[in-house]
Protein backbone atom coordinates (compact mmCIF):
# COMPACT_ATOMS: atom_id res chain seq x y z
CA UNK A 1 0.00 0.00 0.00
CA UNK A 2 1.16 3.65 -0.58
CA UNK A 3 -0.59 6.56 1.18
CA UNK A 4 -1.13 9.54 -0.69
CA UNK A 5 -0.67 12.38 2.38
CA UNK A 6 -0.76 16.38 2.83
CA UNK A 7 0.37 17.24 5.95
CA UNK A 8 -1.38 21.01 6.54
CA UNK A 9 -4.51 19.81 5.37
CA UNK A 10 -7.64 18.53 7.56
CA UNK A 11 -8.97 15.40 6.05
CA UNK A 12 -5.69 13.75 5.51
CA UNK A 13 -5.05 14.36 9.28
CA UNK A 14 -8.36 12.49 10.01
CA UNK A 15 -6.91 9.59 8.89
CA UNK A 16 -3.42 10.05 10.40
CA UNK A 17 -4.95 10.44 13.56
CA UNK A 18 -7.18 6.68 13.10
CA UNK A 19 -3.78 4.82 12.13
CA UNK A 20 -1.82 6.43 14.96
CA UNK A 21 -4.66 4.92 17.22
CA UNK A 22 -4.55 1.55 15.51
CA UNK A 23 -0.80 1.57 15.38
CA UNK A 24 -0.61 1.27 11.27
CA UNK A 25 1.74 2.72 8.93
CA UNK A 26 1.78 2.96 5.44
CA UNK A 27 4.41 4.72 3.21
CA UNK A 28 3.70 7.78 2.52
CA UNK A 29 3.88 10.21 -0.83
CA UNK A 30 3.34 14.00 0.47
CA UNK A 31 1.33 16.32 -2.04
CA UNK A 32 1.23 20.17 -1.47
CA UNK A 33 -2.31 21.11 -2.06
CA UNK A 34 -1.35 24.84 -1.32
CA UNK A 35 0.68 25.07 -4.39
CA UNK A 36 -1.91 22.51 -6.32
CA UNK A 37 0.25 20.15 -6.70
CA UNK A 38 -2.96 17.81 -6.55
CA UNK A 39 -4.31 19.50 -9.26
CA UNK A 40 -1.49 18.61 -11.22
CA UNK A 41 -1.19 15.85 -13.95
CA UNK A 42 1.00 13.68 -12.26
CA UNK A 43 -1.39 12.77 -9.23
CA UNK A 44 -4.59 13.52 -11.38
CA UNK A 45 -3.32 10.33 -12.72
CA UNK A 46 -3.22 8.74 -9.55
CA UNK A 47 -6.98 10.66 -8.79
CA UNK A 48 -9.16 12.70 -11.57
CA UNK A 49 -10.48 14.61 -8.44
CA UNK A 50 -7.18 15.39 -7.29
CA UNK A 51 -8.37 14.71 -3.81
CA UNK A 52 -6.18 13.69 -0.48
CA UNK A 53 -5.90 11.58 0.65
CA UNK A 54 -5.86 8.64 -1.63
CA UNK A 55 -4.20 5.23 -1.02
CA UNK A 56 -3.04 3.34 -3.95
CA UNK A 57 -3.18 -0.95 -2.88
CA UNK A 58 -0.65 -3.51 -4.22
CA UNK A 59 -3.08 -4.58 -6.89
CA UNK A 60 -2.70 -0.69 -8.20
CA UNK A 61 -6.33 -0.10 -7.31
CA UNK A 62 -6.53 3.44 -5.87
CA UNK A 63 -9.66 5.10 -3.60
CA UNK A 64 -9.82 8.16 -1.63
CA UNK A 65 -12.30 9.45 0.54
CA UNK A 66 -11.31 10.00 4.50
CA UNK A 67 -14.24 7.30 5.66
CA UNK A 68 -13.55 4.95 2.91
CA UNK A 69 -10.37 4.71 3.41
CA UNK A 70 -11.01 4.42 7.35
CA UNK A 71 -13.32 1.38 6.13
CA UNK A 72 -10.90 -0.61 4.53
CA UNK A 73 -8.46 -0.29 7.16
CA UNK A 74 -10.35 -1.20 10.03
CA UNK A 75 -11.73 -4.00 8.22
CA UNK A 76 -8.13 -5.61 7.36
CA UNK A 77 -6.92 -4.40 10.96
CA UNK A 78 -9.85 -5.17 13.51
CA UNK A 79 -7.76 -4.24 16.30
CA UNK A 80 -8.72 -0.98 18.76
CA UNK A 81 -12.03 -0.47 16.40
CA UNK A 82 -13.03 3.27 16.19
CA UNK A 83 -15.99 2.84 14.06
CA UNK A 84 -18.02 0.77 16.21
CA UNK A 85 -18.35 -3.12 17.24
CA UNK A 86 -22.30 -3.57 17.84
CA UNK A 87 -24.45 -3.04 14.81
CA UNK A 88 -25.60 -0.51 17.16
CA UNK A 89 -21.99 1.55 17.83
CA UNK A 90 -21.88 0.96 14.28
CA UNK A 91 -24.70 3.24 12.91
CA UNK A 92 -24.59 5.53 15.91
CA UNK A 93 -20.92 6.21 15.16
CA UNK A 94 -21.36 6.95 11.41
CA UNK A 95 -24.20 9.17 12.42
CA UNK A 96 -22.29 11.04 14.49
CA UNK A 97 -18.66 11.19 12.64
CA UNK A 98 -21.10 12.35 9.70
CA UNK A 99 -22.38 15.25 11.53
CA UNK A 100 -18.72 16.66 12.31
CA UNK A 101 -17.93 16.13 8.97
CA UNK A 102 -21.06 18.22 7.60
CA UNK A 103 -21.26 20.31 10.31
CA UNK A 104 -18.06 20.83 11.68
CA UNK A 105 -15.29 20.09 8.41
CA UNK A 106 -17.29 20.80 5.74
CA UNK A 107 -18.56 24.10 6.57
CA UNK A 108 -14.75 24.96 7.57
CA UNK A 109 -13.77 24.16 3.80
CA UNK A 110 -16.71 26.40 3.00
CA UNK A 111 -15.76 29.19 5.07
CA UNK A 112 -11.72 28.74 4.26
CA UNK A 113 -11.64 27.86 0.44
CA UNK A 114 -13.90 30.90 -0.41
CA UNK A 115 -11.65 33.57 0.73
CA UNK A 116 -8.44 32.08 1.10
CA UNK A 117 -6.23 33.17 -2.40
CA UNK A 118 -4.58 29.55 -2.98
CA UNK A 119 -8.66 28.31 -3.54
CA UNK A 120 -10.54 31.00 -5.24
CA UNK A 121 -10.62 29.03 -8.59
CA UNK A 122 -10.86 25.69 -6.41
CA UNK A 123 -13.52 26.30 -3.88
CA UNK A 124 -14.72 22.87 -3.43
CA UNK A 125 -12.40 19.56 -3.59
CA UNK A 126 -13.18 16.91 -5.89
CA UNK A 127 -13.20 18.96 -8.87
CA UNK A 128 -9.64 17.72 -10.50
CA UNK A 129 -8.37 20.79 -12.63
CA UNK A 130 -11.57 22.64 -13.11
CA UNK A 131 -12.21 26.17 -12.03
CA UNK A 132 -14.91 26.35 -9.50
CA UNK A 133 -14.69 29.86 -8.62
CA UNK A 134 -15.24 30.95 -5.49
CA UNK A 135 -19.18 32.19 -3.72
CA UNK A 136 -18.37 34.54 -1.06
CA UNK A 137 -21.85 34.46 0.17
CA UNK A 138 -20.64 30.74 1.68
CA UNK A 139 -18.30 32.46 4.43
CA UNK A 140 -21.20 33.50 6.50
CA UNK A 141 -23.26 30.08 5.72
CA UNK A 142 -20.38 27.89 6.49
CA UNK A 143 -19.82 30.11 9.78
CA UNK A 144 -23.68 29.54 10.72
CA UNK A 145 -23.18 25.88 10.39
CA UNK A 146 -20.00 25.77 12.76
CA UNK A 147 -22.11 27.92 15.23
CA UNK A 148 -24.68 24.98 15.14
CA UNK A 149 -21.51 22.15 15.47
CA UNK A 150 -20.66 23.83 18.69
CA UNK A 151 -23.81 23.74 20.13
CA UNK A 152 -24.65 20.34 19.24
CA UNK A 153 -20.76 19.50 20.44
CA UNK A 154 -21.26 20.99 24.12
CA UNK A 155 -25.10 19.51 24.46
CA UNK A 156 -23.79 16.29 23.75
CA UNK A 157 -20.49 16.40 25.46
CA UNK A 158 -22.51 17.30 28.93
CA UNK A 159 -23.57 14.08 29.37
CA UNK A 160 -20.85 11.68 27.65
CA UNK A 161 -17.33 11.30 27.65
CA UNK A 162 -16.59 10.74 24.05
CA UNK A 163 -19.06 11.19 21.49
CA UNK A 164 -19.96 8.02 21.12
CA UNK A 165 -20.15 7.06 24.40
CA UNK A 166 -17.32 5.51 27.10
CA UNK A 167 -14.47 5.69 24.22
CA UNK A 168 -12.63 7.44 21.52
CA UNK A 169 -14.20 6.72 18.02
CA UNK A 170 -13.95 8.36 14.72
CA UNK A 171 -16.61 10.44 15.47
CA UNK A 172 -14.06 12.47 18.09
CA UNK A 173 -11.15 12.53 15.52
CA UNK A 174 -13.06 13.79 12.84
CA UNK A 175 -14.47 16.70 15.20
CA UNK A 176 -10.86 17.58 16.76
CA UNK A 177 -9.69 17.92 13.06
CA UNK A 178 -12.63 19.99 12.47
CA UNK A 179 -11.98 22.62 15.38
CA UNK A 180 -8.06 22.88 14.73
CA UNK A 181 -9.13 23.65 11.32
CA UNK A 182 -11.80 26.20 12.20
CA UNK A 183 -8.60 27.68 13.64
CA UNK A 184 -7.01 28.89 10.28
CA UNK A 185 -10.43 31.18 10.15
CA UNK A 186 -9.99 32.25 13.66
CA UNK A 187 -12.89 30.61 14.84
CA UNK A 188 -13.17 27.88 17.81
CA UNK A 189 -14.36 26.46 21.07
CA UNK A 190 -17.18 29.18 22.00
CA UNK A 191 -15.73 30.53 25.63
CA UNK A 192 -18.41 29.46 28.03
CA UNK A 193 -18.43 25.43 25.98
CA UNK A 194 -17.09 23.69 29.16
CA UNK A 195 -17.32 20.41 28.32
CA UNK A 196 -16.18 20.47 24.96
CA UNK A 197 -12.98 22.09 26.11
CA UNK A 198 -12.22 19.99 28.33
CA UNK A 199 -12.75 16.46 26.41
CA UNK A 200 -11.10 18.62 23.33
CA UNK A 201 -7.77 19.24 25.89
CA UNK A 202 -8.21 15.14 26.63
CA UNK A 203 -7.60 13.99 23.10
CA UNK A 204 -5.26 16.70 22.09
CA UNK A 205 -3.12 15.28 25.23
CA UNK A 206 -3.30 11.81 22.77
CA UNK A 207 -0.11 11.05 20.97
CA UNK A 208 -2.24 10.36 17.99
CA UNK A 209 -2.93 13.86 18.17
CA UNK A 210 0.63 15.12 16.71
CA UNK A 211 0.19 13.10 13.70
CA UNK B 1 -37.77 -0.02 15.19
CA UNK B 2 -39.20 3.09 14.22
CA UNK B 3 -38.34 4.37 10.27
CA UNK B 4 -39.21 8.34 9.69
CA UNK B 5 -39.58 8.47 6.05
CA UNK B 6 -40.56 10.50 3.50
CA UNK B 7 -41.75 9.24 0.09
CA UNK B 8 -41.36 12.09 -2.30
CA UNK B 9 -37.30 12.70 -0.59
CA UNK B 10 -34.52 11.77 -2.38
CA UNK B 11 -32.10 10.45 0.44
CA UNK B 12 -34.95 8.64 2.28
CA UNK B 13 -35.53 6.79 -0.94
CA UNK B 14 -31.68 5.24 -1.15
CA UNK B 15 -32.67 3.65 2.24
CA UNK B 16 -35.99 2.40 1.40
CA UNK B 17 -34.02 1.08 -1.92
CA UNK B 18 -31.33 -0.79 0.20
CA UNK B 19 -33.92 -2.50 2.94
CA UNK B 20 -35.79 -3.78 -0.41
CA UNK B 21 -32.96 -5.37 -1.38
CA UNK B 22 -32.29 -7.02 1.71
CA UNK B 23 -36.02 -7.66 2.16
CA UNK B 24 -35.86 -5.36 5.74
CA UNK B 25 -39.39 -4.34 7.02
CA UNK B 26 -39.64 -1.26 9.70
CA UNK B 27 -42.89 0.45 10.66
CA UNK B 28 -42.81 4.13 9.11
CA UNK B 29 -44.01 7.39 10.19
CA UNK B 30 -44.07 9.82 7.25
CA UNK B 31 -43.41 13.20 7.64
CA UNK B 32 -43.98 16.02 4.51
CA UNK B 33 -40.85 18.06 4.20
CA UNK B 34 -42.36 19.78 1.34
CA UNK B 35 -44.96 21.42 4.15
CA UNK B 36 -41.70 21.57 6.38
CA UNK B 37 -43.05 19.41 9.06
CA UNK B 38 -39.77 18.24 9.49
CA UNK B 39 -38.73 21.49 11.16
CA UNK B 40 -41.95 21.48 12.59
CA UNK B 41 -41.70 21.59 17.21
CA UNK B 42 -42.75 17.74 17.13
CA UNK B 43 -40.11 16.09 14.60
CA UNK B 44 -37.54 18.25 16.11
CA UNK B 45 -37.87 16.80 19.01
CA UNK B 46 -37.34 13.40 17.62
CA UNK B 47 -34.50 14.56 15.63
CA UNK B 48 -32.95 18.20 16.57
CA UNK B 49 -31.25 18.62 12.92
CA UNK B 50 -34.97 17.84 10.70
CA UNK B 51 -32.87 15.61 9.31
CA UNK B 52 -35.06 12.39 7.46
CA UNK B 53 -34.56 9.37 7.19
CA UNK B 54 -34.30 9.05 11.12
CA UNK B 55 -34.58 5.37 12.59
CA UNK B 56 -35.69 5.25 16.07
CA UNK B 57 -34.34 2.07 18.41
CA UNK B 58 -36.43 0.22 20.56
CA UNK B 59 -34.24 1.91 23.31
CA UNK B 60 -35.12 5.03 22.37
CA UNK B 61 -31.76 5.58 20.40
CA UNK B 62 -32.47 8.01 17.19
CA UNK B 63 -30.07 8.64 14.63
CA UNK B 64 -29.91 10.15 11.43
CA UNK B 65 -28.22 10.07 7.93
CA UNK B 66 -28.54 7.40 5.24
CA UNK B 67 -25.49 5.72 5.17
CA UNK B 68 -25.44 5.42 9.20
CA UNK B 69 -28.58 3.43 9.42
CA UNK B 70 -27.46 1.52 6.17
CA UNK B 71 -24.56 0.44 8.33
CA UNK B 72 -26.51 -0.41 11.37
CA UNK B 73 -29.27 -2.48 9.23
CA UNK B 74 -26.31 -4.13 7.31
CA UNK B 75 -24.56 -5.38 10.58
CA UNK B 76 -27.77 -5.92 12.27
CA UNK B 77 -29.18 -7.91 8.87
CA UNK B 78 -26.05 -9.33 7.48
CA UNK B 79 -27.36 -10.82 4.50
CA UNK B 80 -27.52 -9.84 0.49
CA UNK B 81 -24.62 -7.38 1.13
CA UNK B 82 -24.89 -4.07 -0.07
CA UNK B 83 -21.97 -2.43 1.59
CA UNK B 84 -19.24 -5.03 0.61
CA UNK B 85 -17.54 -8.21 1.92
CA UNK B 86 -14.00 -7.95 2.09
CA UNK B 87 -12.23 -5.34 3.19
CA UNK B 88 -11.41 -4.25 -0.41
CA UNK B 89 -15.13 -4.05 -1.08
CA UNK B 90 -15.83 -2.31 1.60
CA UNK B 91 -13.24 0.00 1.06
CA UNK B 92 -14.37 0.87 -2.44
CA UNK B 93 -17.91 0.64 -1.91
CA UNK B 94 -17.65 3.55 0.20
CA UNK B 95 -15.53 5.73 -1.81
CA UNK B 96 -17.80 5.17 -5.29
CA UNK B 97 -20.68 5.54 -2.41
CA UNK B 98 -19.37 8.92 -1.47
CA UNK B 99 -18.40 10.19 -5.07
CA UNK B 100 -22.14 9.50 -5.74
CA UNK B 101 -23.30 10.96 -2.87
CA UNK B 102 -21.14 14.46 -3.45
CA UNK B 103 -21.10 14.85 -6.71
CA UNK B 104 -24.78 13.14 -7.32
CA UNK B 105 -27.40 13.60 -4.76
CA UNK B 106 -25.66 16.60 -3.10
CA UNK B 107 -25.41 18.68 -6.13
CA UNK B 108 -28.24 17.83 -6.63
CA UNK B 109 -29.65 19.16 -3.74
CA UNK B 110 -27.79 22.74 -4.27
CA UNK B 111 -29.33 23.50 -7.50
CA UNK B 112 -33.03 22.32 -6.53
CA UNK B 113 -32.82 24.10 -2.70
CA UNK B 114 -31.31 27.15 -4.05
CA UNK B 115 -34.31 27.44 -6.37
CA UNK B 116 -37.32 25.72 -4.84
CA UNK B 117 -40.04 28.53 -3.35
CA UNK B 118 -40.39 25.96 -0.55
CA UNK B 119 -36.65 25.78 0.50
CA UNK B 120 -35.42 29.40 0.14
CA UNK B 121 -35.22 29.99 3.67
CA UNK B 122 -34.04 26.37 4.37
CA UNK B 123 -31.01 26.13 1.73
CA UNK B 124 -29.00 23.11 3.05
CA UNK B 125 -30.73 20.01 5.50
CA UNK B 126 -29.68 19.69 8.70
CA UNK B 127 -30.34 23.06 9.98
CA UNK B 128 -33.34 22.17 12.57
CA UNK B 129 -35.73 25.36 12.63
CA UNK B 130 -33.09 27.80 11.69
CA UNK B 131 -33.32 30.34 8.22
CA UNK B 132 -30.03 29.27 5.98
CA UNK B 133 -30.93 31.71 3.09
CA UNK B 134 -30.63 30.45 -0.46
CA UNK B 135 -27.37 31.41 -2.06
CA UNK B 136 -28.33 31.20 -6.19
CA UNK B 137 -24.50 31.11 -7.24
CA UNK B 138 -25.01 27.62 -6.09
CA UNK B 139 -27.16 26.46 -8.64
CA UNK B 140 -24.57 26.76 -11.20
CA UNK B 141 -21.99 25.13 -9.34
CA UNK B 142 -24.16 21.89 -8.36
CA UNK B 143 -24.37 21.99 -12.03
CA UNK B 144 -21.23 22.13 -12.93
CA UNK B 145 -20.69 19.40 -10.42
CA UNK B 146 -23.09 17.28 -11.55
CA UNK B 147 -22.12 17.41 -15.29
CA UNK B 148 -18.37 15.81 -13.90
CA UNK B 149 -20.71 13.53 -11.71
CA UNK B 150 -21.98 12.49 -15.39
CA UNK B 151 -18.69 12.29 -17.01
CA UNK B 152 -17.11 9.88 -14.12
CA UNK B 153 -20.43 8.04 -14.14
CA UNK B 154 -20.08 6.88 -17.91
CA UNK B 155 -16.32 6.30 -18.01
CA UNK B 156 -16.88 3.90 -15.14
CA UNK B 157 -19.75 1.90 -16.51
CA UNK B 158 -18.04 1.26 -20.23
CA UNK B 159 -15.90 -1.15 -18.04
CA UNK B 160 -18.12 -2.69 -15.01
CA UNK B 161 -21.69 -3.64 -15.06
CA UNK B 162 -22.36 -2.44 -11.17
CA UNK B 163 -20.32 1.11 -9.70
CA UNK B 164 -18.38 -1.80 -7.23
CA UNK B 165 -18.12 -4.46 -9.66
CA UNK B 166 -20.24 -7.54 -10.52
CA UNK B 167 -23.21 -6.85 -8.32
CA UNK B 168 -25.24 -4.49 -6.84
CA UNK B 169 -24.19 -1.67 -4.24
CA UNK B 170 -25.00 0.91 -2.03
CA UNK B 171 -22.62 3.23 -4.68
CA UNK B 172 -25.26 1.86 -7.63
CA UNK B 173 -28.65 2.64 -5.34
CA UNK B 174 -27.26 6.50 -4.76
CA UNK B 175 -26.50 7.00 -7.68
CA UNK B 176 -29.67 5.75 -8.95
CA UNK B 177 -31.49 7.83 -6.73
CA UNK B 178 -29.39 10.69 -7.79
CA UNK B 179 -30.21 10.82 -10.97
CA UNK B 180 -33.70 10.48 -10.34
CA UNK B 181 -33.76 13.78 -8.18
CA UNK B 182 -32.10 15.44 -10.78
CA UNK B 183 -34.87 14.94 -12.79
CA UNK B 184 -36.53 17.39 -10.75
CA UNK B 185 -34.39 20.28 -11.87
CA UNK B 186 -34.98 19.30 -15.33
CA UNK B 187 -31.15 17.60 -15.40
CA UNK B 188 -30.36 13.78 -16.29
CA UNK B 189 -28.11 11.26 -18.25
CA UNK B 190 -26.47 13.28 -21.11
CA UNK B 191 -27.76 11.50 -24.49
CA UNK B 192 -25.02 9.20 -26.15
CA UNK B 193 -24.27 8.05 -22.21
CA UNK B 194 -24.64 4.78 -23.40
CA UNK B 195 -23.55 2.92 -20.56
CA UNK B 196 -25.03 4.53 -17.95
CA UNK B 197 -28.25 4.41 -19.91
CA UNK B 198 -27.91 0.78 -20.03
CA UNK B 199 -26.99 0.70 -16.20
CA UNK B 200 -30.09 2.59 -15.45
CA UNK B 201 -32.17 0.72 -16.84
CA UNK B 202 -31.11 -2.84 -15.39
CA UNK B 203 -31.73 -0.79 -12.02
CA UNK B 204 -34.66 0.82 -12.83
CA UNK B 205 -36.20 -2.74 -13.61
CA UNK B 206 -35.92 -4.35 -10.34
CA UNK B 207 -38.58 -4.07 -7.89
CA UNK B 208 -36.37 -2.40 -5.20
CA UNK B 209 -36.73 0.94 -7.24
CA UNK B 210 -40.40 1.35 -6.84
CA UNK B 211 -39.70 1.47 -3.05
Redo the contacts between chains.
Keep these: MKLYDCAMAPNPRRLRIFMAEKGIEIPKVEINILEGENTGPAFLAVN ?2 GLLPT ?1 Q ?1 DDG ?1 C ?3 V ?3 C ?3 E ?2 YPWQPLLGR ?3 E ?10 AE ?2 GMIAGSEVFRNQHPAFLSR ?2 P ?3 G ?1 T ?2 A ?1 P ?2 IE ?1 GS ?2 IE ?1 FYG ?1 LESLLQHTPFLAGDSLSMADITALCAIDFHGWVKLGIPPGNKATADWYGRLNARPSAQA
Design positions: PRLLTFDEMAIRYLALTPRQGLIESLQRKFDSIGGGQIPIALRQTRW
